[in-house]
């Protein structure tokens, strides 16, 4: 019965995680981490590092997704990328000095607002338009966004990559389908970095729980992934909102239910 619940567990949590990487490039940390937590009782620094190793593959196989479809602006995103890599293992190291950790309401309810933002403003930004920023307002911003964003993914293990979307989006200007895949390229380091970093300073975590974990992310992210791409803009943005809005109403309930 335990193995079941287990099983079950990790099934809705990887479900929820891979769509929302999937469709909106945020991190699976975010929907992980709390589900372990609170249905299976797994310590906070464990299930976040357990989330973090989810985000790996889920997130290489949407930037693939991403990438065959052109929907990928790595140049223009290393700045961030790397200014996100250091700060996460910051971040990570930072956070094992705390005696407890909890999934904060304030990411969720900010991933709510940002999920509005998507459904009543939908970010109907070109390519061409988006090629005509001039780099240097690009690289500022991707070394602020990148430096805030990298933190917050190593302390908490989630709200990466949905930050990063908004960024891009709003600050950067990118186009919403080069966003997201922009956006999971950077995450399969960032999710990496962040994992390895959380096991090296804290200890392997459940082999079970992990695999299956990685194993349902995975999936639900190449099948969200490939039906994003073939989106029109329109529809992607109204997904967009949909899954932030709902994965953190669940995510909110959750943390209520601890």
């Known amino acids: 019965m335990d193995l079941f619940i287990k099983i079950l567990v990790c099934f809705f949590a990887g479900a929820g995680a891979g769509i929302g990487t999937g469709f909106a490039g945020m991190s699976a940390a975010a929907v992980v981490g709390p589900m372990l937590i ?39 995103g290393v700045v961030m990328m790397i200014a996100v890599l250091v700060m996460t293992v910051i971040g990570s190291f930072t956070a094992k000095f705390l005696p407890e950790r909890a999934m904060g309401n304030t990411m969720q309810i900010s991933m709510i607002i940002i999920g509005l933002r998507f459904l009543l403003k939908p970010v109907m930004t070109t390519k061409a338009q988006m090629e005509g920023i001039p780099k240097s307002k690009r690289i500022r911003n991707a ?3 990148g430096i805030v964003i990298g933190f917050i993914c190593g302390f908490i293990g989630a709200g990466g990559g949905m930050m990063m979307l908004f960024i891009l989006t709003s600050f950067l200007g990118y186009e919403l389908h080069t966003a997201v895949g922009t956006s ?21 975590p459940d082999t079970a729980t992990l695999l299956l974990c990685i194993l349902f992310t995975f999936i639900w992210a190449q099948i969200a992934s490939k039906i ?31």
């Open 38 to 76: 609170t249905f299976l009782g797994i310590p906070p620094y464990e299930a976040v590092g357990i989330g973090l190793a989810s985000d790996v593959l889920a997130s290489a196989v949407s930037s693939y997704n991403y990438k065959k479809s052109k929907n990928i602006d790595i140049k223009n």
């Open 143 to 145: 070394l602020i966004g």
């Open 184 to 204: 999971v390229f950077i995450m399969t380091f960032t999710a990496l970095t962040g994992a390895v970093s959380h096991f090296t300073i804290g200890e392997m």
């Open 228 to 258: 994003a791409n073939k989106a029109q803009t329109k529809t992607l943005n109204r997904v967009v909102g949909a899954v932030l809005i709902i994965t953190s109403a669940v995510i909110l309930t959750v943390n209520f239910l601890k």
